[in-house]
Structures are given as structure tokens and as C-alpha cells.
């Protein structure tokens, strides 16, 4: 199941906007806290290019948690294409039954 396959990773605008939004957030309170949450972000994002089994969370997307901060990063495994898409970078408190039934 993916395992030694290189995945090209893709944002959706969606996810693009949404991970801007958290930044933002984060840079209001200290512009220090908003580098980790981007260093912390692009982390778990170039982990996903080594794209091996996570959890099915909703329907076909998977979800992925960041370490330190309450966000997760939902995505779709486009295996035959050996491509991840991005489609939400959520903050925990939010619902994302928008993304289809679990």
C-alpha cells in the first residue's frame, strides 16, 4: 500500500486558504509561534510525499494530526497516480462533515 512509492503532494485552494488563516492566527499572538506552526505544517506535508497506510478518517480522506498544534491535515491517496491531495487543513474544534459521511 504505497510503501517505498514517492507521492507527489498537491493543496487544494481550500487547504492553501485555510493553512494561511491559521498562520495569521498564530502570527496575531507571536509572529514565533506562527514559524513553528508553518515549520510544523511542512513537516507533516513532506511526510505524505512517503505516503504509507493512515487511518481512513471520512468516506475516501485520510486525516493526519500535527504534533503540537490542534490541527489536522485531511487528504485523498490517489494511488494509481501516486498522489496526495490535500483538501483541508482543519483546526480540531472544527467539523469536517463537510468532507463526506465517516
Do not use: W
Amino acid at each position: 500500500m504505497g510503501l517505498g512509492v514517492v507521492y507527489q503532494v498537491r493543496l487544494s485552494p481550500d487547504a492553501s486558504e485555510q493553512a494561511k488563516a491559521a498562520r495569521a492566527y498564530y502570527r496575531k499572538i507571536n509572529p514565533e509561534l506562527a514559524k513553528r506552526f508553518q515549520n510544523e505544517l511542512k513537516e507533516k506535508l513532506k511526510g505524505l510525499v512517503y505516503f504509507n497506510a493512515f487511518a481512513i478518517k471520512f468516506k475516501d480522506n485520510r486525516r493526519l494530526n500535527l504534533d503540537t498544534f490542534p490541527y489536522c491535515i485531511y487528504f485523498v491517496v490517489f494511488e494509481s497516480e501516486a498522489r496526495v491531495e490535500v483538501v483541508a487543513i482543519y483546526h480540531q474544534s472544527q467539523q469536517a462533515a463537510e468532507l463526506g459521511p465517516e
